[in-house]
């Protein structure tokens, strides 16, 4: 049965056809940011379903993480290296909750987020959210977290400042850049917890390493990671 949303959009979609943000061909009814084409040919992991992943490797002796997930490869030539640009710089915050989704159904139905109490967000610098108008982080978490029936806490972790680029610092000069650049605002609300933390793209792991390290001074907490991306040296 038609619903007059429903026609309204078809009606739009004839005489103002919205493109495919990936290869610009219009999009049809059920399609969102992405058409069908682009969506199966976007370079996907399967690390929901892989304990012991490369990219849950890269935290081994770093810091504890249960799990840890990404839901595409992040490279040059990526279609979710585009996507991400324009959701942090072009003020695209469908884009995030939209893929929030997808990967939040992905997650939900692998039993990944099973026994996940609070999602937790990566914050951003505050003078940069301010500017921006949003926490791309928070988006993402926001449409994961549709599908999987858990709040979204964007109040337990904050960030106390802003560190600079990490692509051309070493292992201990990225860590030295991020130490300490996080504190937990409710410690006594997330003590003995499993709090799934929630970034946009993985690079060096340096962020997520501060933001793990500062939530389990908590006491008790468990810390699962999902991020829409991980940088390719991360995941082979």
């Known amino acids: 049965m038609f619903h007059i949303k429903d026609i309204a959009d078809d009606f739009l979609s004839l005489f103002l056809p919205r493109p495919c943000l990936s290869c610009g061909v219009p ?66 915050k469908d884009i995030g909750i939209m893929l929030g989704r997808l990967y939040g159904s992905v997650l939900a139905e692998s039993g990944f987020t099973d026994g996940i109490d609070m999602i937790i967000p990566v914050p951003l610098d ?42 051309k610092r070493g292992r201990y000069e990225r860590w030295e850049n991020v130490e300490g650049l996080f504190t937990v605002t409710r410690p006594r609300e997330i003590a003995g917890r499993h709090l799934l933390l929630v970034d946009d793209v993985i690079t060096t792991g340096s962020t997520v390493e501060a933001c793990v390290t500062a939530l389990q001074s908590a006491g008790g907490v468990r810390v699962s990671v999902a991020a829409l991306a991980a940088a390719q040296k991360l995941t082979v």
């Open 27 to 92: 999009l049809v009814r059920g399609e969102e940011v992405l058409c069908t084409g682009c969506m199966l040919d976007m370079a996907r992991t399967d690390f929901h379903l892989r304990r012991g992943n490369m990219l849950e490797q890269a935290f081994w002796g770093r810091c504890i993480v249960e799990r840890a997930a990404a839901y595409s490869v992040y490279n040059r030539g990526s279609r979710i290296r585009k996507l991400i640009h324009l959701l942090k710089y072009s003020g695209r």
């Open 126 to 167: 505050p003078a940069r959210e301010r500017r921006r108008g949003f926490n791309q982080s928070k988006c993402i978490a926001e449409g994961i977290a549709s599908h999987c029936c858990l709040p979204v806490r964007s109040d337990i972790l904050r960030r106390t400042g802003r560190s600079g680029s990490q692509t």
